[in-house]
């Protein structure tokens, strides 16, 4: 998702998609998050910062989406392919 990732709603339910397809809920709601999220891990909860704009939902999750235990075989082929180009860029920015 480099370069050619836009802040658009489109992005913003691909990145969605690969959450809830690898079996976590999603809600946005009000709260006091430090990073714009919180994970209920066990509850395989995930909630976001509803007051946040599309750009700043994006780069949440952007954030977020290297952090959960993700089966990749739960994922459609898109949000895989989205999901395996996220985690290599992640990894090449932790190095």
Do not use: H, W
Request: charged share 30%; glycine share 6%.
């Amino acid at each position: 998702m480099g370069a050619e990732m836009k802040y658009t709603q489109n992005t913003l339910d691909k990145l969605q998609a690969i959450v809830e397809e690898a079996g976590y809920v999603l809600r946005y709601e009000r709260g006091t998050f430090q990073s714009g999220y919180c994970v209920l891990e066990e509850k395989k909860v995930v909630v976001l910062n509803k007051f946040l704009q599309t750009e700043g939902r994006i780069n949440t999750m952007l954030d977020l989406i290297p952090q959960l235990s993700i089966n990749k075989e739960l994922l459609s082929s898109e949000s895989k392919k989205i999901y395996t180009e996220l985690i290599s860029k992640f990894q090449s920015e932790e190095k």
